[in-house]
């Protein structure tokens, strides 16, 4: 049977009957299958879980795309449902409050976020606020953000309305019992063994051909115990208190509960809601509380002592601050006391990167996992991995959804404890989307580093790795003469004080280096992996006869090819460059751990085994770019690397200096060189190498933001950014990449006749920058709501421009067109450019 089951016959499993296991049985049993089984270890359908104590907020607003999605679709779902008379949600509305300047800004950028997504909202000042919501001291409030389609629902019934759905079509609820093992044959799932809680008895098999892991705060300690991994996923304590009952709400009954907005005042890192004649609070801004497995109580310690396992004791001491802050903001709370009999610690679940854990389990055919989802993306997530588990599609863009988006060499437990807690930190901060993590630094360095510390690098973090954004020595170039930062032939403008954090204007004199003369950029943090055995080709020629691969890969040993990995509609999963090293042996460069975990899984489909390693770790790579990198190449190798020699698209073991470097003609920033790898052992000495040769043409370490910007100016696409598996290759213009078997299944899928195109924009004043993900608008309904959303931005230091990639409907994609990009609230007119802007012919890299 295939990862995604094509019968609704098949036998599932689902561990856990929380919002998530509810909503993911309701979906499946929505969608025809016939043998679901929920299997729940606590009561039905107050389990113990987060779903039993969660406050209910669904703020549907986010800069992430997917996330927003998801809190749109629980929304929608749940809408109207009732469970024995009483209500599931209520769009009461959320105001979200800024008391600092900064605040304020970022309710705009939020603003924009929500136009981009299509959620209504808007800026309100102090006095609609209070009209909002009486008896709110405004006097420090400056504004609020009003999105009135946001929403409480109620947990436990939100469970009890899909779980009872999921039943009367069929599908069976076990309670009070515990999963206590994962059965298998060979690398498949076969089921799942189970006993009563508080029994001694045997464990009795419960077969099945899928099994879906909704644990919730379970999943770590199961995951570590049944199947031997760590997931990057961490339970964390979070402080919820209410108020005695007031006067002013004396009409709120446990039934009605709730009628005025849900409120975040972020600036103090709390919310706080009605809830009936309390108020409730929730606290953030106390230091973050991991819970261990052992700390969270079992089944049967939760029915023998009648606790809530998903509840702890109240820390007062934790929520003082934020206590006081609720009383500055209600004059009314000023009277009243914390009625700690209520109050409570709840464990919530998360992750490294704040997003939930959803998918296949790589490497255990028919094993899925929805972790770390809050009741606020439930049911979205119930139909997305319904619709994943059903057809392979899960209908939006699930690349920081996947599970298998983590590093394998990085998910510790350590790792995951540490990455969670900065994400509780984070939870309401001023976040910006180029910030990096501070935690567990240095974990992963290329032989180079020192090297670049000595030059004072820069560094962000990426999947543990340290890389170079810029080098404070290109402040003074080879020659002694101070840098001048130039956009195009103009001096670089001031950027506003948004786009100046983590970005340096010596980013301008890097670019401006490489493309005139010569630059070497670290390239070790590249995923990279290696295929290799008999029959590697064939598989791989294969996967492209079923258009999973966009194109076969090269005939001769030495070539490489650009590739788009796409689902079976065509959506863009990844995009990769294959590299023929031997017969049978084949090096890509890929985007992650996803790509690896796609094709472990297209080789148990196709029944070949072959070896599939990671190329990356132990390795060590730099990019060596400019009209000079051949000069300078050319100094340090005995082999003939002329253009008709080495020609682009094509790699060869070279000795550099000594060195053996697999070295690769390609270029993501539109000039002519190379990719040199080589096993970490020598990087240092290679480092060393290309710098002394480079000398006398003005060589510079170049960054990445110099890499990114010149990647923009070339049109090179990034995947996760620019496209995603919501895009096919004649939407993103990636039709090139395409052949054969491919191009015959877009075609009859009418994925060739796009109604949405990737375009490029400039802008019209180039000392503008955009960071990604604002609306755009038509200039001609200034009063609509948006037509597309930027993708990637940055200014193009060669160009002269400032540059921005865009998503647009094909009515405004033609060369010409105006539109308008929205930024913190401000439009900015810019124009649809002819793609790429920089060498269109592609001559320089090609030389």
């Known amino acids: 049977m295939s990862q995604h089951a094509a019968a609704h016959g098949s036998r599932v499993v689902i561990i856990g009957l929380g919002v ?27 389990t113990g879980g987060s779903s039993s104590h969660a406050p209910g907020f669904v703020f549907q607003t986010s800069t992430n795309k997917a996330s927003c999605e998801l809190a749109q679709r629980t929304l929608d779902k749940l809408d109207g449902a009732e469970v024995s008379g009483e209500w599931v949600m209520k769009r009461v509305g959320g105001l979200e409050l800024a008391t600092t300047p900064a605040r304020e800004a970022e309710l705009r950028r939020r603003r924009d976020a929500a136009a981009a997504w299509g959620v209504p909202a808007r800026l309100v000042a102090p006095e609609e606020v209070a009209e909002l919501w009486p008896g709110l001291d405004t006097d420090h409030v400056l504004s609020a953000l009003h999105t009135p389609t946001d929403a409480v629902v109620k947990g436990t019934r ?21 999963v206590t093992g994962i059965r298998r044959s060979g690398d498949r799932v076969t089921g799942v063994d189970v006993r009563a809680v508080g029994s001694d008895a045997e464990p009795e098999p419960l077969e099945a051909d899928i099994v879906v892991s909704c644990a919730g705060l379970w999943g770590p300690k199961m995951a570590r115990e049944l199947l031997g991994v760590d997931i990057p996923m961490v339970p964390v304590e979070h402080g919820f208190g209410f108020s005695r009952p007031l006067e002013s709400l004396a009409s709120l009954d446990d039934q009605t509960e709730v009628a005025r907005p849900m409120i975040r005042h972020q600036d103090h890192a709390m919310y706080l809601r009605e809830w009936g004649s309390r108020i409730a609070i929730g606290a953030y801004e106390h230091r973050p509380l991991p819970v261990d497995d052992d700390e969270i109580a079992d089944p049967e310690q939760a029915e023998r002592n009648g606790v809530q396992p998903s509840i702890h004791a109240f820390t007062r001491q934790d929520f003082e601050s934020s206590w006081v802050e609720a009383q500055k903001l209600l004059p009314e709370l000023r009277e009243s006391t914390l009625d700690e009999s209520l109050s409570f610690n709840g464990i919530f679940s998360f992750t490294p990167d704040g997003g939930p854990l959803l998918g296949p389990v790589p490497g255990l055919e028919g094993l899925w996992m929805a972790q770390a989802v809050w009741v606020t993306q439930s049911a979205g997530v119930g139909e997305v991995v319904a619709e994943w588990i059903t057809t392979g599609k899960p209908g939006i863009d699930t690349h920081g959804l996947d599970l298998s988006r983590f590093d394998p060499l990085m998910t510790s437990k350590r790792w995951a404890r540490e990455q969670g807690e900065e994400s509780y930190d984070e939870v309401y901060d001023i976040v910006h989307p180029r910030s990096t993590t501070l935690r567990l630094r240095c974990l992963r360095t290329s032989p180079f580093y020192e090297r670049q510390r000595g030059r004072g690098a820069a560094f ?69 992996l290696e295929l290799s055995g008999p029959g590697a080709t064939e598989f791989l020629d294969a996967l492209a006869d079923e258009a999973l691969l966009s194109r076969r890969v090269g005939r001769s040993v030495g070539s490489i090819v650009y590739a788009l990995i796409l689902d079976d509609g065509g959506g863009i999963l990844s995009d990769i460059t294959i590299a023929r090293t031997g017969e049978e042996t084949y090096h890509f460069g890929t985007n992650g751990n996803q790509d690896a975990a796609w094709l472990w899984a297209r080789m148990r489909e196709h029944g070949v085994q072959l070896h599939l390693t990671d190329a990356a770790s132990g390795s060590c790579g730099l990019g060596l770019w400019g009209p000079k990198a051949r000069e300078i190449l050319s100094e340090l190798v005995d082999e003939d690397i002329s253009h008709e020699s080495f020609r682009f698209y094509r790699c060869r073991e070279l000795s550099v200096a000594g060195v053996p470097v697999l070295a690769m003609r390609l270029s993501y920033v539109g000039e002519l060189g190379w990719e040199l790898y080589t096993p970490a052992e020598f990087g240092r000495y290679l480092w060393d190498t290309l710098i002394a040769a480079g000398r006398p043409h003005d060589i510079l370490p170049v960054g990445r933001r110099a890499f990114e910007s010149m990647r923009l100016e070339k049109g090179m696409r990034l995947w996760g950014a620019d496209m995603t598996r919501e895009h096919t290759p004649a939407e993103a213009g990636l039709e090139f990449a395409c052949r054969g078997a491919t191009l015959e299944k877009l075609a009859a899928l009418g994925a060739d006749q796009p109604t949405r195109r990737l375009v490029c924009l400039t802008l019209e004043d180039p000392s503008r920058v955009l960071m990604g993900h604002e609306p755009v608008h038509d200039p001609t309904d200034p009063e609509g709501p948006a037509i597309g959303y930027i993708t990637s931005a940055d200014q193009g230091y060669t160009t002269g421009l400032s540059i921005a990639y865009a998503w647009l409907p094909i009515e405004h994609v033609a060369v010409g067109t105006v539109v308008e990009a929205s930024y913190f609230g401000e439009r900015h007119r810019a124009t649809v450019a002819q793609d790429p802007l920089f060498d269109p012919t592609a001559s320089r890299m090609r030389a």
């Open 20 to 46: 998530v296991g509810a909503a993911v049985a309701d979906e499946l049993v929505q969608r025809g299958w016939q043998d679901v089984t929920v299997v729940e270890q606590g009561p039905a359908y107050e």
């Open 158 to 178: 939100a469970v009890e309305f899909q779980a009872r759905r999921a039943e009367a079509g069929g599908a069976r609820i076990l309670s009070r019992t515990q």
């Open 460 to 528: 962000s973090s990426a999947t543990g790795w340290e890389r170079p954004l810029w080098y404070e020595s290109n402040a003074t170039l080879p020659d002694r003469k101070p840098a001048v930062p130039m956009l195009g032939d103009s001096p670089l403008p001031t950027r506003d004080q948004w786009s100046a954090q983590y970005w340096s204007p010596l980013v301008a004199v890097e670019a401006q280096r490489l493309r005139e003369s010569v630059g070497l950029v670290d390239m070790s943090s590249l995923p990279r």
